[in-house]
């Protein structure tokens, strides 16, 4: 006796070739009926025999496409309907509730098969893709997910191709981004004087790379500044051009077995490689890499990345050797997305530029991943990974924006159960960041179909995302930094749990008007209590020591009577005004701490790139080294105070190798973690111990301080899947707004 059934579909449906799917699926079991998108769900109506449908519906999920996630959120009986055939119906409405974005995916086997067939009409065509790969989150313009929706609505396909898009057995069937060398976007070379297109332009680009000189190459989500990655003379110039001296440059691998060539690669970080978000990984070099010391001056890791994009691959397999794929902006600025803007705003630092036609609606830098404690670590949401969708605990009383921070910023929006992390942004100090900033914060909106009515930001009244919350007229309520780490953590691992969290990052506002950074808070999220930190000491010069360590050395040896270890002559007039308190803000901050010994051991004066202190330290530790205990003091109100005052003593043996010294100064924070966590859970139980901020994307800290509470008997976490930096934050904040414990 046959029956139907309608089904509703949610979560990863749209962009990843649901809709073909399920048609094919139908004429397998034999089955009539329709399937339609309704912004953000997928609606099935089918009719047949019952073992059929069981098995129908069984194999929506089992044999969904690899980069779908389906959920069946309800499924029905209905009256039969006397369908004939199986069709698949024009997108219609439906409820913004179920919106999910698709993020840009890498190109697929298949397309690149293609693309590398001399017979093949897409040969060699940089923009092949199909339902499986290809931009989403980069053209979407509006939702539902459809080409007049996209910024590929300007291209009118060609009669070859319509008939693929039109064609439910074709795997390019609504494709959205679907075109050929005859109907779709095309590549510009420009170079001084120089106008090449299509293919001349490809190979013009080729060219000028293995000359050595540098190409700003329009991608998915931006332009990246291109060099040859072998090439010593074109590496420093690059530096020199865009005055990077020293921050790590990424670079792109034709294949696995060129990694290996250069990288340290296991399976974890194989696995990351190979993701369909193509992220960044820091790998550890081999030791017999030939890679420029030039690419990471100083460090032992490599930012390493597959090409994700059929240009990329066309590159790479010309060249035959990696490229330098570093974000083309200005420091701190999101990527640049915009043929005019880049050639202005880089002139001076490109030496030719290969644009393409095809218009980015948003930039989206690359992700950026670390494997910490066997696990790939997110450390910068981006390209292929963001907007990050999650399922929440509990629901928005309305919907909710969160702004996030003035550094590494990304924004959230919240609405029922819902929350979304927007892709890295970027540091808000410059014009063009707010703009982006502004311009992501409308598209989150738009793209989910959600206004905000309420706005969240991080309590200093100075941090531009504050200021422009202050602005909005709606209502707006203010997290501590801190607090917004903590519950960051705790949403990822247990929002459930009473957690032990350390939150330990650069310097951020606390409670009492102070610059925090070495807290250890207990509580739930939107409960939190200090209840220890790092002893603080003032920082001479305030903001400016977080680009010149030597002046968080000074504070830290000023502040311990350590004078002669750190000279005053130079700078008596510091030294006094420090003494008084004059632009000397008191700090708990682990991140300046860090900075103060890195100077110490004598690895850096001034910071050419925030964190660069910290870096270096982890990178030079090595060897067998003893922690030092720091002794756990008490303050006026009870809470512990860890005195670091020993472990300045031990980075100024200077008959100690820098390496032993370097090591010694990890290991006793690790330890310092161990011992605050037993001292504490004896007075005030908690269920897990988590490790969030700037600080724990030290690879090195967090792994002995994980393997260190592990041995003592407790569950500690880290961040996985929400960056432990201030790209987190946001979703923090939106944590602290919205939750409350029943």
Same mark, same amino acid.
């Given at each position: 006796?046959?029956?139907?059934?309608?089904?509703?579909?949610?979560?990863?449906?749209?962009?990843?070739?649901?809709?073909?799917?399920?048609?094919?699926?139908?004429? #397998? @079991?034999?089955?009539?009926? /329709?399937?339609?998108? %309704?912004? &953000?769900?997928?609606?099935?109506?089918?009719? =047949?025999? *019952?073992?059929?449908?069981?098995?129908?519906?069984?194999?929506?999920?089992?044999?969904?496409?690899?980069?779908?996630?389906?959920?069946?959120?309800?499924?029905?009986?209905?009256?039969?309907?006397?369908?004939?055939?199986?069709?698949?119906?024009?997108?219609?409405?439906?409820?913004?509730?179920?919106?999910?974005?698709?993020?840009?995916?890498?190109?697929?086997?298949?397309?690149?098969?293609?693309?590398?067939?001399?017979?093949?009409?897409?040969?060699?065509?940089?923009?092949?893709?199909?339902?499986?790969?290809?931009?989403?989150?980069?053209?979407?313009?509006?939702?539902?997910?459809?080409?007049?929706?996209?910024?590929?609505?300007?291209?009118?396909?060609?009669?070859?191709?319509?008939?693929?898009?039109?064609?439910?057995?074709?795997? #390019? @069937?609504?494709?959205?981004? /679907?075109?050929?060398? %005859?109907? &779709?976007?095309?590549?510009?070379?420009?170079? =001084?004087? *120089?106008?090449?297109?299509?293919?001349?332009?490809?190979?013009?680009?080729?060219?000028?790379?293995?000359?050595?000189?540098?190409?700003?190459?329009?991608?998915?989500?931006?332009?990246?500044?291109?060099?040859?990655?072998?090439?010593?003379?074109?590496?420093?110039?690059?530096?020199?051009r865009k005055h990077r001296p020293h921050k790590a440059l990424a670079v792109m691998f034709g294949d696995m077995a060129a990694v290996r060539a250069e990288l340290e690669v296991d399976a974890?970080?194989?696995?990351?490689?190979?993701?369909?978000?193509?992220?960044?990984?820091?790998?550890?070099?081999?030791?017999?890499?030939?890679?420029?010391?030039?690419?990471?001056?100083?460090?032992?890791?490599?930012?390493?990345?597959?090409?994700?994009?059929?240009?990329?691959?066309?590159?790479?397999?010309?060249?035959?050797?990696?490229?330098?794929?570093?974000?083309?902006?200005?420091?701190?600025?999101?990527?640049?997305?915009?043929?005019?803007?880049?050639?202005?705003?880089?002139?001076?630092?490109?030496?030719?530029?290969?644009?393409?036609?095809?218009?980015?609606?948003?930039?989206?830098?690359?992700?950026?991943?670390?494997?910490?404690?066997?696990?790939a670590r997110l450390i910068r949401a981006g390209r292929g990974i963001a907007p990050i969708e999650i399922e929440l605990p509990f629901e928005f009383p309305r919907p909710t924006l969160a702004?996030?921070?003035?550094?590494?910023?990304?924004?959230?929006?919240?609405?029922?159960?819902?929350?979304?992390?927007?892709?890295?942004?970027?540091?808000?100090?410059?014009?063009?960041?707010?703009?982006?900033?502004?311009?992501?914060?409308?598209?989150?909106?738009?793209?989910?179909?959600?206004?905000?009515?309420?706005?969240?930001?991080?309590?200093?009244?100075?941090?531009?995302?504050?200021?422009?919350?202050?602005?909005?007229?709606?209502?707006?309520?203010?997290?501590?930094?801190?607090?917004?780490?903590?519950?960051?953590?705790?949403?990822?691992?247990?929002?459930?749990?009473?957690?032990?969290?350390?939150?330990?990052?650069?310097?951020?506002?606390?409670?009492?008007?102070?610059?925090?950074?070495?807290?250890?808070?207990?509580?739930?999220?939107?409960?939190?209590?200090?209840?220890?930190?790092?002893?603080?000491?003032?920082?001479?010069?305030?903001?400016?020591?977080?680009?010149?360590?030597?002046?968080?050395?000074?504070?830290?040896?000023?502040?311990?009577?350590?004078?002669?270890?750190?000279?005053?002559?130079?700078?008596?007039?510091?030294?006094?005004?420090?003494?008084?308190?004059?632009?000397?803000?008191?700090?708990?901050?682990?991140?300046?701490?860090?900075?103060?010994?890195?100077?110490?051991?004598?690895?850096?004066?001034?910071?050419?790139?925030?964190?660069?202190?910290?870096?270096?330290?982890?990178?030079?530790?090595?060897?067998?080294?003893?922690?030092?205990?720091?002794?756990?003091?008490?303050?006026?109100?009870?809470?512990?105070?860890?005195?670091?005052?020993?472990?300045?003593?031990?980075?100024?043996?200077?008959?100690?190798?820098?390496?032993?010294?370097?090591?010694?100064?990890?290991?006793?924070?690790?330890?310092?973690?161990?011992?605050?966590?037993?001292?504490?859970?004896?007075?005030?139980?908690?269920?897990?111990?988590?490790?969030?901020?700037?600080?724990?994307?030290?690879?090195?800290?967090?792994?002995?301080?994980?393997?260190?509470?592990?041995?003592?008997?407790?569950?500690?976490?880290?961040?996985?899947?929400?960056?432990?930096?201030?790209?987190?934050?946001?979703?923090?904040?939106?944590?602290?707004?919205?939750?409350?414990?029943?």
């Open positions: 006796m046959p029956e139907a059934r309608r089904w509703i579909l949610t979560g990863r449906v749209q962009g990843v070739g649901f809709r073909p799917f399920v048609y094919l699926l139908a004429q #397998r @079991f034999d089955l009539k009926g /329709v399937v339609q998108n %309704q912004l &953000g769900q997928v609606m099935v109506e089918a009719e =047949g025999e *019952v073992a059929a449908l069981d098995a129908f519906s069984a194999a929506l999920i089992t044999d969904a496409p690899p980069l779908s996630h389906p959920h069946i959120a309800d499924v029905a009986t209905i009256p039969l309907h006397g369908y004939s055939s199986f069709e698949i119906l024009e997108s219609a409405g439906g409820s913004e509730t179920h919106i999910h974005v698709p993020p840009d995916l890498y190109l697929c086997a298949d397309c690149q098969r293609e693309m590398d067939a001399p017979q093949d009409r897409r040969y060699r065509y940089p923009f092949i893709n199909c339902t499986q790969c290809g931009p989403r989150y980069t053209l979407i313009e509006r939702m539902p997910y459809d080409r007049a929706n996209t910024t590929m609505a300007k291209f009118e396909l060609c009669v070859v191709c319509r008939a693929e898009y039109e064609d439910p057995a074709d795997r #390019r @069937f609504h494709a959205e981004p /679907v075109a050929c060398p %005859q109907c &779709g976007p095309q590549l510009k070379f420009v170079s =001084g004087d *120089v106008r090449l297109q299509r293919k001349a332009a490809l190979e013009a680009c080729i060219a000028t790379l293995r000359r050595g000189d540098i190409v700003a190459v329009k991608g998915i989500g931006g332009y990246h500044l291109m060099c040859d990655a072998t090439n010593t003379a074109a590496i420093a110039r690059l530096r020199e974890q970080a194989e696995a990351a490689l190979r993701d369909a978000a193509r992220p960044i990984v820091l790998l550890r070099r081999r030791a017999d890499a030939k890679l420029p010391e030039g690419i990471a001056p100083g460090l032992q890791e490599v930012g390493a990345m597959l090409p994700y994009s059929p240009l990329h691959h066309l590159l790479l397999g010309a060249l035959d050797a990696p490229l330098v794929a570093t974000s083309a902006n200005l420091s701190g600025e999101p990527v640049l997305t915009d043929a005019s803007e880049v050639e202005a705003r880089l002139g001076k630092v490109a030496d030719a530029f290969l644009h393409h036609d095809r218009p980015i609606a948003r930039p989206a830098d690359d992700a950026v991943l670390r494997i910490i404690a066997e696990q702004v996030g921070g003035h550094m590494k910023n990304t924004i959230a929006l919240g609405w029922g159960s819902r929350a979304v992390l927007s892709p890295h942004i970027g540091d808000l100090d410059a014009p063009r960041s707010l703009q982006v900033f502004e311009q992501v914060i409308a598209d989150l909106q738009r793209l989910y179909g959600v206004t905000a009515q309420a706005i969240v930001c991080d309590a200093h009244p100075h941090y531009a995302s504050s200021r422009w919350a202050a602005r909005q007229g709606l209502p707006v309520r203010t997290v501590w930094h801190h607090h917004a780490h903590a519950a960051a953590l705790a949403l990822e691992h247990g929002a459930d749990k009473t957690w032990l969290t350390f939150t330990w990052d650069g310097v951020g506002l606390g409670e009492d008007g102070t610059l925090w950074g070495g807290e250890t808070l207990h509580g739930r999220i939107g409960g939190w209590r200090r209840v220890a930190y790092l002893r603080p000491f003032r920082l001479p010069g305030g903001d400016k020591a977080a680009r010149e360590p030597w002046r968080s050395a000074a504070g830290l040896c000023w502040e311990t009577g350590t004078d002669s270890a750190f000279p005053v002559d130079d700078i008596s007039l510091l030294h006094t005004a420090w003494q008084r308190g004059i632009n000397a803000p008191q700090t708990s901050a682990t991140g300046r701490l860090f900075d103060g010994a890195a100077h110490l051991l004598g690895l850096v004066d001034h910071a050419s790139y925030e964190g660069q202190g910290g870096m270096l330290l982890e990178q030079c530790a090595a060897g067998v080294a003893e922690a030092i205990v720091l002794p756990l003091n008490e303050d006026a109100q009870g809470v512990l105070v860890i005195d670091w005052q020993p472990l300045l003593a031990a980075m100024l043996r200077k008959e100690i190798p820098v390496a032993t010294r370097a090591m010694t100064f990890h290991r006793s924070l690790a330890r310092s973690i161990v011992m605050q966590a037993q001292r504490l859970h004896a007075q005030q139980p908690f269920d897990a111990v988590g490790l969030s901020g700037g600080v724990f994307q030290n690879k090195l800290l967090a792994e002995l301080a994980l393997e260190g509470l592990q041995q003592a008997g407790f569950d500690a976490y880290l961040p996985q899947q929400i960056p432990c930096n201030d790209g987190g934050i946001a979703l923090g904040q939106l944590m602290e707004a919205g939750f409350k414990h029943g």
